[in-house]
């Protein structure tokens, strides 16, 4: 069974910085997914992660694969306000479209 | 134009009773899903159609039953309500097999 583990849980950020949230998965996966979630609202796609040293960048988020070590990696660098938000990541395996999520990650970015 | 939309936003109940949370996407996609996001914002898989047909099926207590009448529909019926039931309920899409997954809304369950 996939099994997805996030770490940190909770991320305080000052203003400016550079950080990294990490995601691990169990068994071989066919995606990586990374979505964000602001408080009391929906899950948005930010990256889809397709095959081994996959990297996207959008803004100043970007996200990498690694499919040997079965890790995926969020960078958010000069981190600002505006990225306050839970952050997870999810994977899929097999040939279902499952999606099995992370434990999320809270982000707060403090002045 | 929302894409995935979700029916109602809140729902307030009593244990026992039978409640429905409607889901319809307008993005033309064939797979839909519904997720359950507890307290602790842990989201879990419930459900899965791919153009009207069951394609996964979690470890859900058979009071939920899901129904799709056609590929951009998908409902979630509740039967006998219980405490542990309250979460917020979303519902999703996504192309064919592995395509990204959008989400709806989300349905704020409260069973009193």
């Known amino acids: 069974e996939l099994k997805v583990e996030q770490n940190p849980l909770f991320l305080s950020m000052q203003e400016g910085k550079n950080y990294t949230i990490y995601c691990n998965y169990s068994t071989t996966s066919d995606r990586l997914y990374w979505y964000r979630q602001d408080p009391g609202k929906s899950l948005e796609s930010l990256f889809v992660?397709?095959?081994?040293?996959a990297v996207k960048q959008e803004g100043r988020l970007m996200a990498s694969l690694d499919t040997k070590a079965r890790l995926s990696t969020l960078h958010i660098t000069a981190a600002v306000h505006d990225l306050s938000a839970t952050y997870f990541c999810a994977a899929t395996a097999g040939t279902a479209s499952k999606l099995t999520f992370g434990t999320g990650t809270r982000l707060q970015v403090t002045l | 134009d929302t894409a995935v939309s979700q029916t109602p936003k809140y729902l307030v109940t009593q244990m026992g009773n039978d409640k429905s949370i409607k889901c319809e996407q307008n993005?033309?996609?064939?797979?839909m899903y519904w997720y359950k996001q507890d307290s602790k914002k842990f989201l879990k898989i419930m459900f899965s159609y791919n153009n009207k047909e069951l394609i996964i099926n979690e470890t859900v207590p058979n009071r939920f039953s899901p129904k799709s009448p056609d590929k951009a529909h998908l409902n979630l019926h509740i039967n006998s309500l219980e405490l542990g039931d309250s979460a917020v309920y979303f519902c999703?899409?996504?192309?064919?097999?592995?395509?990204?997954?959008?989400f709806g809304p989300g349905t704020r369950l409260t069973v009193t």
């Open positions: 992660l397709l095959s081994n040293g």
């Open positions: 999703a899409s996504s192309p064919l097999g592995l395509g990204e997954q959008y």
């Open positions: 993005l033309g996609h064939d797979t």
